[in-house]
């Protein structure tokens, strides 16, 4: 799970990219950046649950 | 293509040089804190590797970091590869000569740049050795400090600080005047943020942290005095650090100084004060450690803002920075299980990302803060897994922790075979056997 969520943050890096290649207007622009930026919010509340997770089976 | 940026006058030159020979007081205020957030037991392998950290991150970055990061205009290849994407051009790699080959002849404030970055690379390589305390192996701290030096460091900076596509955000896109991180605060404290993070996620917390039944064991720093003087020290380097950057990269005039300057205490006393009275409140007294973590993230804050901010915003900032560190510390210790003896995560990471936001909301330039969020959003998305991917490779060769012994006698013994304490009876904690 905690890789699976170090994954899915790339994906919002290059939506953020994708938004200042693709859109020339302000509007677009902004909200596909701030999707950009939930989607590696996303990304890393499952990496951080996936590291309790493992962390709840390991405690010392 | 490379910028060229405005000739700097003799003086500002000489000031910047002078300022930038100072700046090596916030990397040793760092290290005394790290140390003394540490265990007693482990307190000379940590001073140790934070030197050792210093020294393989200057080879590193010699050898080929300041290649990748390609900050020597006039030099051949300096102008970097440039891929053409949307009909714009997006400067995302370095080609600068190995070996530091040309500094000589290399303009002055090329070669001011390449000092800058020389000593952020050794601040950013710190920050996980201090959250790896009591159980990071002295050589798994350097092969992660190379590992930045060389690949991770050089490449963010060359996109912010050389010429890079985050810099040519406000020239290519409208947006500003592109990425801005004048002191480090993107490039230094969030890089290092994350990769504490990573060493953390990697290394797994210290014995004992997380019993099986109850909540985390408090392991308190061993040693305030070290704590509260290296935040001294730090003022000092984080003044240095702040007006070399507005000089360097923002090209700022003399007379922009002192408002900078007084932005930097500003911010840390604002943070200081309100955790003071968060912890005070909270816990019916003032908590040292949390304060000197609130005032470390009101400086990191600056890096970001402090060159671009009035006094005001920036007493807003650090009051804000102030009130979320020791909320934050106790939300990723008590909520998520992240055992950070430094406190980097929240002063670090999150006091940079709080800095680099509020350059963008108080900058007069419009599509400032649209400029700042796509910088967050490459150090969230791209920096951090990078990061982690890379320091996991080198945990499978190379382990980062150390064995059970090692933790049990400490790593001053362990890895040292000696103390920093010798006079002083090592207390080994009978519940790890």
Known sequence: MKYAGLLVMPAGFFLSIAALALFPAPAPRVAFVLCGLGVEALGLVVAVRGHMEARGEGRS | ?433
Request: glycine share 12%.
């Open chain 2, 1 to 433: 293509m490379t910028p060229i940026a405005p000739a700097m006058t003799d003086t500002a030159f000489a000031l910047a040089l002078a300022l930038l020979l100072m700046a090596p007081l916030a990397i040793a205020g760092v290290a005394l804190i790290n140390t003394g957030l540490g265990r007693s037991r482990s307190a000379a392998q940590a001073l140790l590797g934070n030197l050792a950290i210093v020294a393989v991150t200057a080879i590193v970055f010699a050898l080929v970091g300041a290649s990748v990061a390609g900050n020597l205009p006039g030099t051949p290849g300096s102008e970097g590869h440039i891929l053409h994407l949307g009909a714009k051009p997006w400067n995302w790699l370095g080609a600068g000569p190995f070996l530091l080959g040309g500094l000589g002849v290399a303009p002055a404030q090329a070669q001011l740049a390449l000092l800058f970055e020389f000593l952020a690379v050794a601040m950013a390589a710190l920050i996980p050795w201090g959250s790896g305390a009591d159980r990071f192996r002295l050589t798994a701290g350097c092969a992660a400090a190379a590992i930045l030096a060389a690949i991770v460091f050089p490449l963010f900076a060359h996109w912010v600080w050389a010429g890079g596509w985050l810099s040519q955000l406000g020239v290519n896109f409208s947006l500003g005047a592109g990425f801005l991180d004048p002191g480090g605060a993107a490039a230094v404290h969030v890089l290092g943020g994350f990769s504490a993070l990573a060493v953390i996620w990697i290394a797994g917390p210290r014995k004992g942290k997380f019993p099986k039944e109850g909540f985390a064991t408090a392991l308190p720093g061993h040693n305030a005095v070290y704590i509260l003087f290296g935040c001294m020290i730090s003022l000092v380097g984080w003044l240095a650090w702040n007006l070399a950057g507005a000089l360097v990269w923002l090209h700022a005039p003399l007379a922009a100084l002192p408002v900078t300057a007084i932005n930097t205490v500003l911010s840390a006393s604002a943070a200081l004060v309100a955790t003071f009275a968060v912890t005070r409140v909270r816990f019916g007294k003032p908590d040292a450690s949390l304060c000197a973590n609130a005032w470390l993230a009101g400086l990191v804050a600056s890096s970001a803002c402090a060159a671009l901010v009035t006094p005001g915003q920036s007493l807003a900032v650090g009051f804000i920075a102030g009130i979320a560190t020791p909320l934050l510390v106790e939300l990723l210790e008590l909520a998520v299980s992240i055992d950070d003896p430094s406190g980097a995560i929240t002063v670090h990471a999150a006091g940079g990302l709080l800095g680099l936001l509020a350059a963008g909301i108080f900058a007069p330039q419009q599509g400032q803060l649209v400029a700042q969020l796509v910088g967050i959003a490459t150090l969230l998305g791209f920096v951090f897994p990078l990061v982690y991917l890379l320091f996991w490779l080198v945990n499978r060769v190379h382990p980062f922790r150390a064995d059970a012994d090692g933790e049990r006698i400490g790593m001053d013994l362990h890895e040292l075979g000696g103390g920093a304490y010798p006079e002083f009876v090592i207390h080994r904690d009978e519940s790890y056997r």
